[in-house]
């Protein structure tokens, strides 16, 4: 850093530019810097003020504290240079209920999720440890659609069961995305699977079948998996070598297979020439692949 800047200043822009994170000065630690934290103090009193009036003096500024201890037992006891963590906390909203509400934890509250995904019926989580929970609500009522009321949707929270979702215990979940009625998770490796309804074949099972816990989609053996999307009915996932696949219900040419039949298990989708896939997204009947060409591809329903 060339210039006249003092060894102070120069000392901060170190600091904040080091190459490990860990190492760089918290807000709290910059704000509470002797080259700031007067003029910082006096920012809320000159706010608005005319140039003229603003406060300038009424205490001595120095490059460095009077008493680096003092200043320093001061920091300590305000909490500054320690890594505050907030708690992890999972918000959801609609179906009747106005404003974000937080959703139980299992177990102990530790628990840190990470990534979520969420369908109709579906409300699934990812924790740092690489573990599944799945948000359930019991059927608590017999009452007819119109007897539903805003009361009844503060009860659903209320009442939504959180639980880890146990499948291999060796498996360490990075990411989820959910259907209507079934769930996609990708493990760590890239190996995908699937779980729960397996109506229009959208587990890729090669059948209708349900599976209550995760279970290999086995025709994707051998590729890692690097996205994976789920629409209402369907499912599309983008391999390492660049290659589509999809599966689930048809209609509307979502599974871009150039035709509306159901398809129970990973069917390749022919891409144009000379494009890799990067990424996909599935809405309710309709799927769109991004590329590495910056291109974007898309079917199904318009």
Request: hydrophobic share 30%; proline share 6%.
């Amino acid at each position: 850093m060339t210039g006249t800047y003092s060894n102070e200043i120069k000392d901060l822009v170190t600091s904040l530019l080091n190459r490990e994170p860990d190492k760089r000065p918290s807000i709290k630690e910059v704000l509470a810097n002797p080259l700031l934290i007067n003029t910082f103090m006096d920012l809320p009193i000159n706010i608005g003020r005319p140039r003229g009036l603003r406060r300038t003096t009424g205490r001595t500024r120095s490059p460095v504290p009077v008493s680096l201890t003092s200043l320093s037992s001061y920091l300590e006891a305000e909490g500054f240079g320690q890594k505050h963590e907030l708690p992890a906390v999972v918000y959801r909203w609609g179906g009747g209920v106005l404003n974000p509400t937080t959703l139980p934890l299992p177990g102990k509250s530790d628990v840190e999720v990470t990534q979520v995904g969420i369908g109709r019926n579906s409300k699934t989580g990812v924790t740092s440890k690489g573990r599944l929970i799945s948000w359930e609500t019991p059927v608590c009522r017999d009452e007819s659609p119109s007897a539903a009321s805003k009361e009844d949707s503060k009860d659903s929270i209320s009442t939504t069961i959180p639980k880890f979702i146990d499948g291999r215990s060796s498996v360490s979940i990075a990411y989820v995305s959910c259907g209507d009625m079934f769930s996609a998770c990708l493990n760590d490796t890239g190996i995908l699977m699937t779980f729960g309804n397996g109506a229009n074949g959208c587990l890729g099972h090669g059948n209708l079948l349900d599976v209550k816990e995760p279970k290999i989609v086995e025709t994707l053996i051998g590729k890692q998996v690097i996205k994976v999307s789920c629409g209402a009915m369907h499912v599309m996932a983008v391999t390492a070598d660049h290659s589509v696949y999809s599966w689930g219900k048809g209609d509307s040419g979502r599974l871009g297979h150039s035709n509306n039949e159901m398809c129970n298990k990973p069917e390749a989708v022919t891409l144009p020439d000379d494009t890799e896939a990067l990424s996909c997204f599935c809405g309710t009947d309709c799927s769109v692949v991004l590329t590495h060409q910056n291109k974007v591809l898309a079917c199904g329903g318009n």
